[in-house]
């Protein structure tokens, strides 16, 4: 399954808006950027996979799509008043599924956005 539509981050002054809040967390292979949204029925995540990663659009969606999967995955656990941004580093070219969603959930976990029931997983 996908997200729905209210749940992606698509326009670029949504994406300053966040880079603005210079609320990041990253680690070897993701930066997440996020800032609260009070009155959010549900959080909105935005993937940025830059053409430096690879020039290679299949090695692009593919990250995308894995980073995807593990927020839809998810959803239940992320704090709904929330933005997000996702931006892939080079390494992330590195990782199968298993690894973006351990590595993925890592960078949430430091960011404070994965509610306490999957702290706990």
């Given amino acids: 399954m996908a997200l729905k539509k209210s749940y992606r981050i698509k326009k670029e002054n949504e994406f300053q808006q966040v880079y603005a809040s210079k609320n990041s967390v990253a680690n070897r292979y993701f930066v997440v950027y996020r800032i609260d ?28 799509r894995y980073i995807t999967q593990v927020i839809y995955a998810h959803r239940e656990t992320i704090e709904p008043a929330t933005d997000l941004i996702v931006i892939a580093r080079k390494n992330a070219l590195e990782l199968d599924l298993a690894g973006v969603e351990k590595n993925l959930l890592h960078c949430l976990h430091l960011a404070q956005v994965i509610s306490q029931q999957e702290e706990n997983d």
């Fill in 37 to 64: 949204k009070e009155g959010q029925k549900h959080f909105r995540v935005g993937v940025s996979v830059g053409k430096r990663i690879s020039k290679l659009s299949v090695d692009r969606n593919r990250i995308k």
